[in-house]
């Protein structure tokens, strides 16, 4: 079930470069956010088409980036790894996680922008649940 308002959403992904799972929060996308990634994706320059998808991925994916559980992310200082937060009021908080995670996390900002702009929905019965699609009434086949 979708949620309707403004909480905010979880992704997990597998990073297989640390090979741990890391939990991105982020908000859903205003329809102007969606609109301008979608009108970002591709530029036309005079007679030049030019495909911006990685620079809007990362735009966007960073935009609608709230948080991150905190944990997933570490900072070495001297010898020591230091978990970095995004909660403020943590006694990890980074007031630059943001730029952090854009600079040296930026697949899965990238991964968030994708699951979230290009690959939010399916069409199509799913059929592993055994459930039959519904019937159209009546009155939508007289239109």
Known sequence: MRQLGDELNTLT?????????????????TPQERIGYDNEVIQRKRNKVITRLGQTRLKYGTEI?????????????GDREVPISSEPGSE??????????KKYASDLV?????????SSTETGPDEEDGEEEPEAPEDAEKN
């Open 13 to 29: 992904i597998q990073d297989n470069i640390s090979n741990s799972t890391i939990r991105l929060f982020y908000r859903t996308p």
């Open 65 to 77: 980036l709230m948080g991150f559980r905190t944990g997933d992310f570490v900072r070495k200082i």
């Open 92 to 101: 990890n908080y980074d007031p630059e996680w943001k730029n952090t995670i």
């Open 110 to 118: 990238i991964a968030l922008a994708v699951h979230v702009f290009e």
